[in-house]
């Protein structure tokens, strides 16, 4: 008498996959955008108006300990799925429900701003990161008609650039002491950069990329028309 053999841990795992809801990255995802703006707007504000360098890197890398450590068990304990399916179902999309998620390079994007820019340069990565990289996929998605590459539209991009030169104005004005050209100037072209940037079809993760090109445009074109 033969038994059906039971399914690997593999199956299991593709069959749990095949029961969950999956999102489409193509499609809007509103409650995972709007996650996106909220928690990275909350950090840059918080180092903005609330925190110093030193203890907003310790909260930092104290949530990037927790999300990595959540992440590996919600991974490679699939019998906890059921604990995890109310966050996975809204904010995750179809690739990430068995491995690592973007939260993770998105905390990291974030810390590494920090660490490694100036507060202004790093402050306008992250805000532009958490508003610019959502909201352009939301107008993209809802609006976009004209393809400049890949899955990107011109409506987006301009959605893009459009935010993140408000955001970089904004943060300049109020925390440095620039000419209104000045702060005109800098901004339009950390915009242009950034924008492009993240136009580009480069395979890594634009949770770090997006913030740390900024950062990193913003910090050269404050050297020099400082």
């Not at 008498?1 to 996959?17: D, V, Y």
């Not at 179809?94 to 590494?112: C, D, T």
């Not at 996929?137 to 590459?149: L, N, P, Q």
Request: hydrophobic fraction near 50%; aromatic fraction near 10%; glycine fraction near 6%.
């Amino acid at each position: 008498m033969t038994f059906p053999e039971s399914p690997s841990s593999e199956e299991e795992k593709n069959l749990s996959l095949e029961a969950l809801p999956l999102m489409d990255r193509h499609k809007l995802q509103l409650g995972r955008r709007l996650g996106h703006l909220a928690t990275g707007s909350l950090m840059g504000l918080t180092y903005l108006m609330v925190l110093n360098h030193q203890q907003v890197i310790y909260l930092l890398g104290a949530i990037s300990c927790i999300v990595y450590l959540l992440e590996q068990i919600r991974i490679n304990y699939p019998e906890l799925q059921d604990f995890f399916a109310p966050i996975t179902r809204l904010f995750f999309r179809a690739e990430e429900q068995l491995k690592e998620s973007a939260a993770i390079p998105y905390v990291m994007g974030v810390l590494l701003c920090i660490i490694t820019f100036p507060k202004e340069s790093a402050i306008i990565g992250i805000l532009t990161l958490a508003i610019c990289d959502p909201l352009s996929a939301i107008v993209g998605i809802s609006f976009g008609r004209k393809k400049i590459m890949g899955h990107k539209t011109w409506e987006g991009s301009l959605a893009f650039f459009t935010f993140s030169a408000l955001i970089s104005y904004f943060i300049l004005s109020t925390q440095l002491h620039l000419s209104m050209g000045q702060n005109i100037l800098i901004s339009i072209l950390t915009a242009l950069c950034s924008s492009f940037m993240e136009i580009l079809p480069i395979r890594i993760d634009d949770n770090l990329t997006i913030p740390l090109f900024t950062s990193l445009f913003s910090l050269i074109f404050l050297t020099l028309f400082r």
